[in-house]
C-alpha cells in the first residue's frame, strides 16, 4: 500500500520562487494536513482540509495556499520563498473525524530556500 | 504560550532504566490525545492513544488527566531501540504536536 505519497523529497529554491509539494493519499481519508518541523520547535500545523472542497489555516498558514479539488490530493504552494519557510515539510491523512483517530504521515520533503 | 508542551530533553538512560515524559495542553475542548515516535530523520508514526482511565501496550503506559490538562508517557525496560524522539498530540478541531522530547538509551 502507497499510503501517503510527498513529491519531491528533497527541493532548493531561491528567493522570489514558487513551487508546490504534492500530497497522495490512497486511503480514502477525509482529513489531509500540512505540517512544518522546525529544530526545537516540533511540527507545527500549516493548513488543514477536512474534504474535498473544504480547507482551513491553521498556526502558520503565512506564505501558503492550499486547495482540495479531490479527496486523494492536497497540494501545498508557496507563493515566494522566503529563506524562513527552510524546513521539513509533512502531509498526513487520517479518516476524518475531527478529534479522531490516527494519522499517517509521508515521508517528508526537506526543502531548503536560499 | 504553545497549545502543547513538552518536557525538552534530552534524556538519556541506560538499558533496562524507567522514564517518563509529561505533557501539558491548553485547550480543554481537545478530544483526543495520542504519543507519536519519530525516528530521525523520519515521519512521525503512531506509537498509542491515550484514554482517561490509562492503557498499556507491553512495556509502554499512557495516561490523562482531563482535570489537570496533563499526559504522561511511561516506558519500562528501555531498549536501544527506543531511542527516537517522543511526540505529544492533541487533537481538537484540528491536530496539535509538542515539539518532542528527544530520548537516547544507551548500553
Known amino acids: 500500500n502507497a499510503g501517503v505519497t510527498q513529491t519531491p523529497k528533497f527541493q532548493v529554491l531561491k528567493t522570489g520562487q514558487s513551487m508546490t509539494l504534492q500530497c497522495a493519499q490512497d486511503?480514502?481519508?477525509?482529513?489531509m494536513s500540512w505540517y512544518r518541523q522546525d529544530p526545537g520547535m516540533g511540527l507545527r500545523l500549516i493548513h488543514y482540509?477536512?474534504?474535498?472542497?473544504?480547507?482551513d489555516q491553521g498556526e502558520v498558514p503565512n506564505g501558503y495556499n492550499v486547495s482540495r479539488s479531490t479527496t486523494e490530493d492536497f497540494p501545498l504552494r508557496l507563493l515566494s520563498a522566503a529563506p524562513s519557510q527552510t524546513s521539513v515539510y509533512f502531509c498526513?491523512?487520517?479518516?476524518?473525524?475531527?478529534?479522531?483517530?490516527?494519522?499517517?504521515f509521508g515521508q517528508g520533503t526537506r526543502l531548503t530556500v536560499v | 504560550r504553545k497549545e502543547v508542551e513538552q518536557d525538552p530533553g534530552p534524556f538519556n538512560v541506560p538499558e533496562g532504566a524507567t522514564v517518563a515524559f509529561n505533557c501539558t495542553y491548553s485547550?480543554?475542548?481537545?478530544?483526543?490525545f495520542f504519543w507519536y515516535r519519530q525516528d530521525c530523520r523520519k515521519e512521525p508514526k503512531l506509537l498509542m492513544s491515550?484514554?482517561?482511565s490509562g492503557n498499556e501496550d507491553g512495556r509502554f503506559t499512557a495516561q490523562l488527566n482531563r482535570a489537570s490538562q496533563y499526559i504522561s508517557l511511561l516506558i519500562r525496560d528501555s531498549k536501544l531501540s527506543d531511542s527516537a524522539t517522543y511526540l505529544c498530540?492533541?487533537?481538537?478541531?484540528?491536530?496539535?504536536f509538542g515539539a518532542g522530547t528527544r530520548l537516547t538509551v544507551k548500553p
Open positions: 498526513a491523512s487520517s479518516t476524518g473525524q475531527v478529534g479522531g483517530t490516527e494519522a499517517f
Open positions: 485547550n480543554s475542548a481537545s478530544q483526543s
Open positions: 482540509s477536512v474534504g474535498a472542497g473544504i480547507t
Open positions: 486511503m480514502n481519508h477525509e482529513y
Open positions: 491515550v484514554y482517561s
Open positions: 498530540v492533541v487533537n481538537g478541531r484540528d491536530m496539535r
